[in-house]
DNA sequence: TTGTACGCGTTATCAT
DNA sequence: ATGATAACGCGTACAA
């Protein structure tokens, strides 16, 4: 004898007076509907304060309205500026964003995507096209439509930025401003394909201008200001010190700024700095700080966009590189010798 | 005829040999099956693929292992540091994280919560406490479980900071420098209850200490760097300029900063600039940012503890609040008089 | 320790 | 335009 504290849709057509296949019906397809029994069964909803059980309907229909993200972390301005415009149009489409983050734990990020299907979402998201295999055959296996993020395995839809030509185009700029010893602070490359093009980037248009980069030269830190100071850190001891830095998230070049800002080092005087991304608050940082913009947010709405689409239409495995652009700011400057 | 893609519990048990509620027992409570028929059921269950689906289980028992979190906007390294560490005491407990965003809209937020309820999440979390009756009254009679974060009405529970204290915090470090003249920037208070708070706290203590704050002192902007040098510019322009200026969160205060530096105002020499948060970048912009530290990864994980020991145990609409305390670094001086 | 059988709230198919 | 009814996949009394 269990009393039960919501109204169902039984109830409501008990209270309509009309069959429950109708009540049904005048939530998901009103048009089927004539214009005064649609009325009683809504006028009998809200008096009884009928709420849809979407986790019923999920069970019955299939579909769930609902997208699960899997992350690296929420904790950072890249990825939170994408999930905030994910969750705005996710939400125009009456979807609910379910998010899973790992820290860049290929572990992790697997068991993330196990429980996020096990919920029966429509669709998932994913961050890079490098994983373990079992990862990409759960995924393949659901049958559930996936759509990469920022940069991708082949196989699979994406939306994303060249990376590499990311790397590429501040290295360039470095090199037309004169810089030939430049050191390059990264993020930890081991479970970051974005991180690892990025640096591949740099490396290459290194090496068509007939420079090579030193292993010295490269230091891998955490993705974060504290990270980006200790590199930082580390480039500037080097017997030839590098009269340019390049960091590959604005992050870590905001912490080799900030880190020279208190060594009394003048940037761009004494040296260049420059970063990949462009968030917000790269251009209000002394000096401010020439990057390359990434459009994070609409990687967010046009990764929606796909998802949306793959879930209707047929399933194309479309990859969709999003404009980049040197900004040019003020942590740059031509080397003076 | 429609061809099941999924192997369900029905398959394993058959394949195993056992009834379908001793498969459902084997996920579940293991330890009231014997040992071998555990085994012969799990080997079952990875042998054809089988793989748990949380939408029937939802519907059958209830329980969705889902908790749902309404927040302004993803987009703030607050609520990100805070939801990062939610996501990680959540799945910990093998729950799922469902996000919402409202960007400080009522309206948004209460729809945010509906669908929120009606994808049946076992707990509600909600910012602040400050919302229309239509909005409590859907979350109270949906029998869900609500805590609030940052601060909260005191009929729910609630995990959060003295937001006032926060306020008058700053303010008395300010005054006891020797500064008489204090702008404030804060974000816009029509829909922010924390920032009202903060607002107050700063007012108050002012108050205590024999002066008052002229409305031209205080400026409403976007809770962002830029909102911070527009605030800063405005507040520039007064004819008996502040000597001091609180951003009543640190993105604001970073933006004065900014806003300084490039018009060659020296900070802390010729203005001080304080500001409420404590995020990771505040001790690295130059000059490094005074501010009183808000501990949002352990308001965090704090709102997930509360959140599960209220789904259990009975119901206590406690209120927690984290102790704040005074980060005095660069960004504030003495006044030189 | 294991099995039987019903219910969860909805959608969808087939009639009428 | 509306109704009857069978899934959907699992949890859980209750029975054995």
Same sequence: chains 1, 2.
């Avoid at 649609?38 to 304060?49: D, H, N, S, Y």
């Avoid at 705005?88 to 992790?108: F, I, N, T």
């Avoid at 998932?124 to 096209?129: A, T």
């Avoid at 930025?161 to 081991?190: C, E, K, P, W, Y």
Wanted: proline letters at 4%; charged letters at 20%.
């Amino acid at each position: 004898m269990r009393r039960r504290s919501k109204a169902s849709l039984t109830d409501v057509a008990h209270e309509a007076g009309v069959s429950l296949a109708t009540a049904s019906r005048a939530l998901s397809q009103p048009e089927l509907l004539r214009a005064d029994t649609l009325e009683r069964v809504r006028r009998a909803a809200t008096k009884i304060g009928y709420r849809h059980d979407r986790v019923a309907s999920t069970l019955a229909s299939g579909r769930s309205s609902t997208i699960g993200v899997v992350i690296p972390t929420l904790n950072s301005p890249i990825f939170s500026d994408t999930l905030q415009e994910m969750q705005r149009a996710l939400a125009a489409a009456d979807y609910q964003l379910l998010v899973a983050s790992h820290e860049y734990d290929p572990a992790g990020e697997f068991a993330a995507a196990e429980k996020l299907l096990s919920h029966g979402v429509d669709g998932i998201v994913l961050v890079g096209g490098s994983r373990p295999d079992a990862t990409w055959q759960l995924v393949e296996r659901s049958g559930t439509p996936v759509v990469q993020m920022w940069c991708g395995h082949p196989d699979y839809a994406c939306v994303g930025v060249d990376n590499f030509a990311a790397g590429s185009i501040v290295a360039r700029h470095l090199m037309s401003l004169g810089h030939r010893r430049i050191g390059v602070i990264t993020g930890h490359l081991r479970h970051n394909d974005r991180q690892r093009e990025r640096f591949r980037g740099v490396c290459e248009a290194m090496e068509e201008a007939g420079l090579t980069l030193p292993a010295a030269y490269h230091t891998e830190q955490s993705l974060s200001v504290p990270g980006g100071r200790i590199g930082c850190s580390i480039l500037l001891e080097l017997t030839d010190r590098p009269t340019a830095l390049i960091g590959t998230v604005d992050f870590i070049a905001i912490g080799a700024i900030a880190e020279c800002n208190s060594r009394g080092i003048s940037v761009p005087g004494d040296i260049s700095i420059a970063g990949i991304d462009d968030i917000e608050l790269s251009a209000h940082v002394s000096p401010s700080l020439t990057t390359v913009h990434i459009p994070s947010r609409r990687i967010g709405t046009e990764t929606v966009a796909r998802m949306l689409s793959l879930i209707k239409d047929e399933r194309r495995k479309e990859h969709v590189l999003l404009p980049i652009e040197i900004v040019d700011r003020h942590s740059t400057a031509a080397l003076n010798r």
